[in-house]
């Protein structure tokens, strides 16, 4: 079965850099797109950045453009979220989610993990 697995979270203060990562296992890992969501306290949660099967094609919520980065290592089945001048809206659960469609990935991916916990302190 798909297992996606997040490390990485944490506390750091505004301005800082974290960097998550997710571990996937059960499927095929260079068959499906990757993506990040989070959810922060009392909000729903939402998109914030996907990557395509081999890594050619990237999307990024307008709230992390220019700060935050993904990627991916099919040979190692893991993806990544590089996370640069974090700001206290940043604070959030992370999940990592994965899916075979591009389509689907920033909307309604079919397989999520169980997140990890990102503070970020002012």
């Known amino acids: 079965q798909v297992q996606l697995v997040e490390s990485g979270g944490g506390l750091v203060q505004a301005g800082g850099s974290l960097r998550l990562s997710c571990l996937a296992s059960g499927y095929t890992f260079r068959s499906y797109a990757m993506g990040w969501f989070r959810q922060a306290p009392g909000k729903e949660r939402e998109f914030v950045a996907a990557i395509s099967r081999r890594g050619g094609v990237t999307a990024y919520a307008d709230s992390v453009k220019g700060r935050f980065t993904i990627s991916r290592d099919n040979a190692k089945n893991s993806v990544n979220l590089q996370m640069n001048s974090l700001k206290p809206e940043d604070t959030a659960i992370y999940y990592c989610?994965?899916?075979?469609?591009?389509?689907?990935?920033?909307?309604?991916?079919?397989?999520w993990g169980q997140g990890t916990q990102v503070t970020v302190s002012s």
């Open positions: 989610a994965t899916d075979p469609n591009w389509s689907s990935i920033d909307s309604s991916p079919a397989y």
